[in-house]
């Protein structure tokens, strides 16, 4: 059964320290999307791509937040530096393109925790 | 602006019986509907979904009600199963391949 890969399942940093999650979204799937978490909320999103192209990053905190999807399959999120805010579940969710394809898969997700 | 709202944070039903779930929205653009289900330390699994051009949708022991005017909709499990205690999530989104608008989430209990 096709599935969407992430990885680390958890990270745990210091503050002001970089850190990189990975996602490889499910075969054939033309958008991907990041959504974090945090504890008693539900998902929101940060950045979404269709193929390697940014469709919405409105709500990525730019400043200290990046996302790339170089060659339109797999995809890595960027915080640099980490704040202690940062700490949530990130989650990373794919679809195919087209009418019909409304439904979203998600990935188990990178546990963040900063210190 | 809390766009789709759960207001109920949990629910403890019995086994067996009907567990019903419940959903609003406030934006109108709002044309597709989808619940999620989701254990703790694992991602959300897509459950059942609904277009706003229909009232209600079926898949197996899960239900989906849409009512437009009311802005509503609610997820109906019968017969509620012990492993179907997790978190349940409300989703919106206008347009296909577009950002997913999430409730807070409601934690169903089946107890035995």
């Known amino acids: 059964e096709a599935e969407v890969a992430q990885s680390p399942r958890y990270k745990i940093t210091e503050k002001s320290q970089a850190v990189a999650f990975w996602c490889d979204p499910i075969s054939g799937h033309a958008t991907l999307y990041w959504y974090r978490q945090i504890l008693g909320q539900g998902p929101e999103l940060l950045v979404q791509?269709?193929?390697?192209?940014?469709?919405?990053d409105s709500q990525l905190p730019k400043d200290r937040f990046s996302a790339e999807r170089l060659k339109g399959v797999d995809s890595t999120l960027k915080i640099q530096p980490a704040e202690l805010g940062d700490s949530a579940m990130y989650l990373c969710a794919s679809s195919g393109f087209g009418r019909g394809n409304n439904e979203q898969f998600f990935g188990p997700g990178t546990r963040l925790t900063v210190l | 602006d809390q766009q789709v709202k759960q207001n109920s944070p949990s629910l403890s039903v019995q086994e067996g019986r009907i567990s019903i779930l419940n959903c609003d929205y406030t934006n109108s653009m709002f044309d597709y509907f989808l619940w999620y289900k989701k254990y703790p330390a694992e991602g959300p699994t897509f459950l059942i979904s609904?277009?706003?051009?229909?009232d209600k949708n079926e898949d197996g022991r899960f239900t989906v009600f849409l009512n437009k005017s009311a802005k509503h909709l609610s997820l109906h499990i019968v017969p509620s199963q012990p492993g179907d205690s997790a978190v349940y999530f409300c989703a919106a989104q206008t347009g296909t391949a577009s950002k997913l608008t999430f409730g807070t989430g409601t934690r169903l209990q089946v107890t035995l």
């Open positions: 609904i277009s706003s051009i229909k």
């Open positions: 791509f269709q193929d390697e192209s940014v469709v919405d």
